[in-house]
Each structure stands twice: as C-alpha cells, then as structure tokens.
C-alpha cells in the first residue's frame, strides 16, 4: 500500500517530465539585481537579468539592506509568535498604518505573504448567501481564497465587461446578499490592466463590492506609484486591495489587505492565515519601513522604469518582434511555438540575457512567449545590451 504511494508520485513526475512541464530551478549565486551571477553550464556566469518582479530595483538596495540590519540588532531576528498572542511590535503597526496611507486606506493587516492574505480574505467576511464574481485568469491564491469561502461562485471571461454583467444579473437572480468583483490589477502573464474604471462603473450599478489584487503594480503603476486603481482613476472606489512585499516593494517576503477599519479589524480576528501563522520577522519591517519612504519618494525609479519599457519596446518593435502591446513593464515577446521559446531563452543565458520562457498551461496553447519585466535598475546600455541578444538570437531561432 505505501509502495503504491511512491509509485504513483514516481509516475506523476514522469508525466510532468514527459509534458515538458518540469520546473527546474536555476541557482543564483549573488544578491537578486539588475546582473545577477548564475550557475550556468557548471560555471559561475553574470547575466542581465530581465524575469524578477524587481521593478524598481530595490531587492538589493544598501539603505534597505542597512535598515533591516539595524532593525535587527535593535530588535532581534524573530517573533516566534503569532500577532495576537505575543507577536505584535510596534513595527508591525508602523508597516500596517505606512501602507495603509500610501494607498489610501484606512487601515491594513500583514500576511507572511499575498498567497495569504487572498486565501484568507474571503472566508471571513462573505457568508453562503453572498456572491463572488471572480475574473477568469486572477490569480491562483484568489481562486484558493474563493475555495475556502461558501459564498457562491461566479467567473467572467478574461476582462469581458458583458459577461461581468451576465455574472452580477446570474447572482442578483440568485438572490445573492452581498456582492464582490474581484479581479487582479495586472494579469502577470500578458501586462494587460484590468478595466478598473469600467468595473467600478457596473460595480456602482450593481451595488457590487470591488477588490483588486495589484501584487504587480503596487510601488510603480499611477501618479505615485498607488497602483493600478490609482492608474485608471478609481483608487478611492476599491473596497478591498490586497498586494505583496514580494515585488516591487523590495522583493523580501509579506502580503498584506488594506481596507476600512472594521474590515480589517474582523479579519485580524478571523482571517485563518494572520491568525494560525506567525508574525513577520523584525527585519522584514524595518526594511519595509524604508522601503515605502524609498518607494514615495520614487518618481525617479518609476521614470526610469518606464523609460527602460519604452527604449526595449522601441527596438524589440523595430527589430520585428511581436510584442503584446501596452505600457506594463511586463512585455511578452509572443514566439507562440513553445518549442522556440524554450529554445530561445536557452540561447539568450548563454548569450547572458535571463529571460524565462511561458507556454501551455501558464498560457494558451500556441501562444508561447518570452516574458521579460523591466527594472528600473537597468542602465540604457543595458537594455540596449539585451535587444541586440534578442537580434542575434531571433535571427538564428527563425522568429525574425
Ligand atoms: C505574486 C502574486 C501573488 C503572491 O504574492 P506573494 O506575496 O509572493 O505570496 C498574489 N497575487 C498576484 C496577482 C501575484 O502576482
């Protein structure tokens, strides 16, 4: 009986292996940057590195890594508790209300991590008799968070604006109580924004409740870097927000919901992650302290993130590649054939160019691509740098 187990876990790999969908991690052997230093081939190789969700370049920044070293030594490494037992600092409270203001809330509440704070937010606050109407290509820990809830569960096609009223009129014939749109800010696998203006307007319509998960737009998208509702001018109509530390906000580790002062406040008391998992580490909170002051007062990351955006679309345009239009840092090189995508990313490492290849299932079939994410980190040459691998290497693939 047990050998049946490993056996089958055994057979499951040999699928995955055989469907071409093994992950294999590469290891880096320096601080995550703009060039990163990468076991390539069994040597030690630096490369530009152009697939981290580090859009501002703040994963390496010395006066982030000063503060969560002092915050250390001040206030020790870890909390060995979860918030309500023995777990709070007063740091913990300084990110929350820090965040909560940048973002314009008025209050917010911190998960180890996104994948928390969505799998825990539903749950809590909507009951069997209310209703979730959830994007068709949000993200997995949403999907996980709506699982965990007996709300009822309704899904619109990608971004379909018709089909999200075919959705809230399906749940209003329900007799649904209350409702909840939820949807991510950025879908990570095209760049594309979510309409937020246009789902604010049905959500008004309808009565609907709006939240947004903006884990790739927090700290560059909008005036000041708000995100992704600020970007399409609803900032003050979002109910719920739900964003990470993981990204552009320093890239370390933490999820957090900004939302009314009640809203949170019940969360603190039910939400199953914050309330069964431990407080974030001392550090983390220092960094993060600084962080947002770096990320406020970040036009000029911002500026540069979006010229280095600007520069690579230009000349990857030029050059003839197919790239999905828009003016995310997220720009996919579409080569549809996964073959040559794979095939593609390979030759830009050995060229010193990482980029990450995406087919079926993370994208359609015949839609494979290169995703490449922009760093504000990266100098013009740089970028420069990279188009002119893409050349060399599109040429001899066949893609241009
Ligand atoms: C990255 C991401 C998450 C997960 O964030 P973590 O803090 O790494 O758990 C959740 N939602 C979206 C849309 C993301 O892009």
Redesign the pocket.
Known sequence: MRQDFYDRVAATLEDIREAGLEKIERQITSAQGPVIEVDHKGQRKKVLNFCA?NYLGLADNPEIVAAAKATMDEYGFGMASVRFICGTTDLHRRVEKEIADYLGYEDSIL????????GGVFEPLLEADDAIISDAL?????IDGVRLCKAKRYRFANSDMSDLRRQLEKADLDGARTKLIVT?????MDGYIAKLDEICAIADEYGALVMV????ATGFMGPHGEGAPAHCGVAARVDIL??????ALGGG???YICASKEVVHLLRNRARPYLFSNALPPALLGATLKTLELVRDGGHLREQLFRNAGRFRAQMTEAGFDLLPGEHPIIPIMIYDAKKAGAMAAALMDEGVYVTAFSFPVVPREKARIRTQMCAAHSDEQVDQAVEAFIKVGKSVGVI
């Open positions: 969700n998960f180890a991590a996104c994948f928390d704070a969505n949000n993200h997995a820990s949403i991510d800010g950025v879908f990570s998960d903006d884990c790739h739900t964003g990470t530390l993981g990204k580790m933490g999820g």
